[in-house]
C-alpha cells in the first residue's frame, strides 16, 4: 500500500513564489522600520558637524580706558557650543595701544601659541610673559623669546558707542 507524508512534500511553485514575496516583503518592511528608527538618531550624532559656526561679539571694556603703551586686561565670558555641549566660557583678552598719535588698537588673546598657558603683561619688561616656559611676546603679540612658535592670537574688535566689543567663535 503507498503512504504519503505530508509533512515531507515538495511544495509547489506557487508556494514557493509566495514564501519568497512573503520573504521579501518582511525584509523590506524590517529595512524601512530601521530607516524610520535611525535617521533622528544619525541627525542627531552629525548635527553640530552640519551646524554652522555662530559668531557672536563681545563688550570688553571703554574705549577710554586706553593708554598708549599699557595693555589693558579685560576679562569676558561667552556661550561656547562644544560638539552636543553648550557651556559658558571665560576668557581673557588684552587691548593694546601699541603707540601715541595712532587710533589703531590691537586685541590679543592671552592664550600662549605654545601650550596654552595664560600670558600677562608685565610693566617693567614691557612684555607679555608666559609662566609655563618663559615664553615672551612684544606689546604687539609678536612671540620674541622662548619656544611660542607664533604671535598672540589676534581678535577681531570694533567700537561700539564707546565700548570695544571683541569677536569670538563657537569652537
Ligand atoms: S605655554 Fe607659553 S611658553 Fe610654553
Not at 514557493?16 to 524610520?36: E, M, V
Not at 601650550?115 to 616656559?133: K, S, Y
Not at 603679540?141 to 612658535?149: D, R, S
Request: with cysteine.
Amino acid at each position: 500500500m503507498e503512504r504519503h507524508d505530508n509533512n515531507h512534500r515538495q511544495p509547489s511553485p506557487q508556494e514557493l513564489s509566495r514564501r519568497r514575496f512573503l520573504a521579501y516583503l518582511s525584509g523590506l518592511l524590517a529595512g524601512i522600520i530601521t530607516l524610520i528608527i535611525a535617521i533622528p538618531i544619525i541627525g542627531f550624532v552629525i548635527s553640530p558637524l552640519l551646524r554652522p559656526k555662530k559668531e557672536s561679539w563681545v563688550k570688553l571694556g571703554p574705549v577710554s580706558a586706553l593708554t598708549p603703551g599699557q595693555p589693558i586686561k579685560f576679562a569676558y565670558s561667552y556661550q561656547l557650543i562644544d560638539g552636543w555641549f553648550e557651556k559658558t566660557a571665560h576668557a581673557t583678552a588684552y587691548a593694546v595701544l601699541p603707540a601715541a598719535g595712532t587710533k589703531d588698537i590691537i586685541v590679543l588673546s592671552n592664550i600662549c601659541t605654545h601650550l596654552g598657558c595664560g600670558v600677562r603683561w608685565d610693566d617693567t619688561q614691557h612684555q607679555f610673559l608666559c609662566p609655563c616656559h618663559n615664553g615672551r611676546f612684544d606689546i604687539e603679540g609678536k612671540n620674541v623669546a622662548g619656544p611660542p612658535p607664533r604671535p598672540l592670537p589676534k581678535l577681531q574688535w570694533k567700537i561700539d558707542q564707546g565700548m570695544i566689543l571683541a569677536k569670538v567663535e563657537e569652537v
